[in-house]
């Protein structure tokens, strides 16, 4: 039984250091900037999925499809009015296959919301500054999407991230599991 | 792969492949003794282990399952095995789902129990540790295979878009068995020479009789 114990253990040690931020499972990155659509399949733990087909959705009407390139992105125009989620769908062809939904709020949330707030907040308070309010709407929204970016790609990558703790925690979790069912057992006697 | 994330599959494969799931883990838990408790345990933890390891395999991504080693060690012990771990990586890391926890048990577990029934008595009583690692290496393989075959035809009855196409499923699929077969086989020709009576899911009850 030592040996037999060894094993397994041996096993998961040289899997831990080998890699413990390492998983498995394919993940869609997307975000919206100036009008285009654009982002990357990843799986867990490293890789691209590469010249994997990929499909674009609004509600029922399809959107753009295409194949992934050598880094495993895809990019598309954004539709003109967004009136459902629009999903992004990556198939590798093996059975993984990844979504990333993209809701109307990303686009800028509506054309028509917006600029109806910008008009609100200013002109009871400072009058008219030059620029028409659309116009800042627009440039705002560009560039709070530019700079978001790459906080929403770095949240993705943490979200996924596998640590050493979730694993350890996972096989405590299973030890505990079979110290349990020897204990009942143990009762049942 | 192996793990169908959620939102892919009809209402009636979740059903269906959740009941046949239940039925394996009953079986499992009904021969699981002081003995075998700690076995399941230990080989969850590889096998929840050992799919965080993944390696990009074309344009895909493929990691050890070990179902074919799970079944020949654990027999239908191998369901709750298989039921824990993967629960576990559904909750902590986001692989698969928690709807489709069923059909992926089943998909992983039925091939290694399957196995396990069919070569488990042929690879204990093989005559040389080489010859039972050779077996063990064709089993990991079909094992493999089965569950390939057991993804495409969930993902066919629920979304025939979703086909895993044949091509593709080669390119990854193959050397994922073959590498399975090298470390399953590498595993069992140890046992078989150290500790044979690792290899036999249950001591007690008569030699290789599931359920």
Redesign the interface.
């Known amino acids: 039984m030592t ?3 060894l ?3 041996t ?2 040690a040289t ?2 250091i ?2 413990p931020a ?5 993940k869609v990155f997307a975000k919206v900037v100036g009008g285009e659509v654009s982002g990357y399949g990843f ?10 087909a990929w499909q674009a959705d609004m509600g029922a009407t399809a959107l753009a499809e295409g194949q992934t390139d050598a880094m495993g992105a895809f990019a598309f125009a954004a539709p003109k009015a967004v009136t459902a989620p629009v999903i992004i769908t990556l ?9 990333a939904t993209l809701g109307p709020e990303r686009f800028g949330a509506a054309p028509v919301a917006l600029p109806a707030q910008q008009e609100n907040a200013p002109s009871p308070a400072a009058p008219a500054p030059e620029v028409a309010a659309p116009d800042v709407a627009a440039l705002v929204e560009a560039a709070v999407a530019r700079e978001v970016a790459p906080l929403m790609e770095r949240l993705e990558q943490m ?2 991230r ?1 640590r050493v703790t ?2 350890m ?3 405590f ?3 505990g ?2 110290g349990m ?2 204990w009942a ?1 143990g009762r049942r006697k | ?5 959620d ?2 599959l009809t209402l009636p494969v979740l059903i269906g492949t959740g009941a046949l799931a239940a039925g394996g883990v009953a079986l499992g838990l009904r021969a ?3 003995r075998a ?10 096998f ?7 390696v ?1 395999v074309g ?5 050890l399952m070990l179902s074919g080693l799970m079944g020949v060690m654990l027999g239908w012990g191998i369901f709750p095995a298989v039921l ?2 993967l629960a ?2 559904a909750a ?5 789902g928690l709807t489709t926890l069923g059909t992926n048990t089943l998909n992983i577990a039925l091939p290694g129990a399957l196995v396990g029934m069919v070569l488990g008595p042929m690879i204990r009583s093989a005559t040389s540790p080489a010859r039972a690692g050779a077996l063990a290496a064709l089993g990991a393989v079909l094992a493999v295979a089965g569950t ?1 075959a057991g ?2 035809l969930a ?1 066919f009855l629920s979304a025939p878009e ?1 086909t ?2 044949v ?3 080669g ?3 193959l050397p994922l068995a073959l590498v399975e077969a090298g470390v399953s086989g590498a ?1 069992v020709t ?2 078989a020479r ?2 044979p009576h ?1 290899l036999h899911p249950n001591l007690h009850s008569v030699e290789d009789q599931p359920a």
Request: proline content about 6%.
């Open positions: 040996r037999l114990t094993l397994p253990l096993l998961i899997m831990a080998a890699s390492a998983a498995h499972g394919m799986f867990i733990g490293g890789g691209r999925p590469q010249g994997v198939n590798t062809g093996d059975g993984h296959i990844a979504r979200d996924n596998m979730d694993l925690s996972g096989i979790l299973i030890i599991l079979a069912a020897l057992r | 792969m192996a793990h169908i994330p939102g892919l699981l003794d002081d408790i700690p076995r399941v345990a230990l080989l969850a933890a590889v929840f282990a050992a799919s965080l390891v993944a990009p344009p895909s991504s493929v990691h824990v771990a576990l990586q902590l890391f986001g692989l698969g390939a993804v495409a993902l979703f895993p196409a091509k593709v499923l390119l990854t699929y595993i140890f046992l150290v500790e690792a």
